[in-house]
Each structure stands twice: as C-alpha cells, then as structure tokens.
C-alpha cells in the first residue's frame, strides 16, 4: 500500500502502524530527479531500516536542457533501479484498486496515484475492485506492481484462471 507523501510525519507514522497491523506491504515511492542518483543508496538503506521498501518513479520534466524521462541514461536507469516498461504503460493489465491502493494523510485510499477514484478509508472499510484495469496512462509511474510484485502477479493470475473458466 502507497502512503501518499503529504501530512504531518506523526500523522504518516500512525497510518503506517495502522497498515502494518491490517497486514499490508508498505512502501515509498520517490521521484528519480537526476541530481539525487549519488544518494540512492544512501536513502534506500535509510528506508530499509524502517522495513519499507523504496522504489524511484520516473522525473518528467527538464533537468540541464534535456527533457526526462526520455534522457534518462543507463547509468541513471540502473542506479535508480527504474523499469522503463514501468514509464510506458497504456493498455497494459494493472491491479490498482484491485488489491492494492494509495493512503493519503486523512486514511482515503485512491485506486492509483493518478486515479481520483477513492475505494475507502483505512479506518473504516475498503472496496477493493473485482476486476483489473487497463492502465490508461501513455507514461505511468504507478507503484502498484512495483511495491508489492507478489500481489500483481497473483492478481494478474487468478483473472486469467477466471477468464480460462469463462472460456470452457
């Protein structure tokens, strides 16, 4: 489960007790901002001795006259540790709010990051969906598959063994 990245840090610290107990994986998404990639290591490790685990988004926008995502380098991409099949997502199967969602400061949860499209409250009730979505971003840098790959592939399965079963 994401924790959107507003609200107090003690207010951050409780929902993220909150989720642990309810038995979710919790992470953290960063942007990959080019200036930032000697201290990768540095913030993952930082993150890792908390027990979340920490992932890169892509930057889009300009850095030094070149426009990112597109200017990334090899040495970018790997040090920051990004997917580029992750930046270039449009049709392609995603699980936000099937099994996974994004918590704000207040305890909402959004199916994705760039979904408005709330599913409950980690204080009340979540309504995960039924079904995957197609993603519908031409550049995506959803966490949903990134965080918690367990959930994803297990998501992506039992909808090709329900479809396998609609077939027969």
Not at 55 to 68: H, L, N, V
Not at 94 to 105: P, T
Not at 138 to 161: E, G, W
């Amino acid at each position: 489960m994401g924790l959107a990245s507003y609200g107090s840090p003690v207010y951050k610290k409780r929902i993220l007790e909150i989720l642990e107990k309810k038995g979710f994986n919790v992470c953290a998404k960063e942007i990959a901002y080019p200036p930032l990639l000697n201290q990768v290591k540095k913030y993952k490790k930082l993150f890792q001795g908390k027990g979340i685990k920490l992932s890169f988004s892509p930057f889009y926008g300009q850095y030094k006259k070149a426009k990112y995502p597109g200017a990334y380098t090899k040495q970018e991409i790997e040090g920051f540790g990004l997917d580029i099949k992750e930046i270039f997502q449009k049709g392609e199967l995603c699980n936000a709010g099937y099994n996974v969602g994004i918590v704000s400061s207040n305890g909402d949860i959004q199916i994705c990051t760039s979904i408005d499209k709330n599913i409950g409250n980690i204080y009340e009730k979540i309504n995960f969906k039924n079904n995957l979505i197609k993603c519908p971003f031409y550049n995506c840098s959803c966490p949903v598959y990134i965080c918690d790959p367990y959930l994803f592939k297990k998501a992506v399965n039992r909808i090709r063994i329900s479809n396998q079963k609609n077939e027969t």
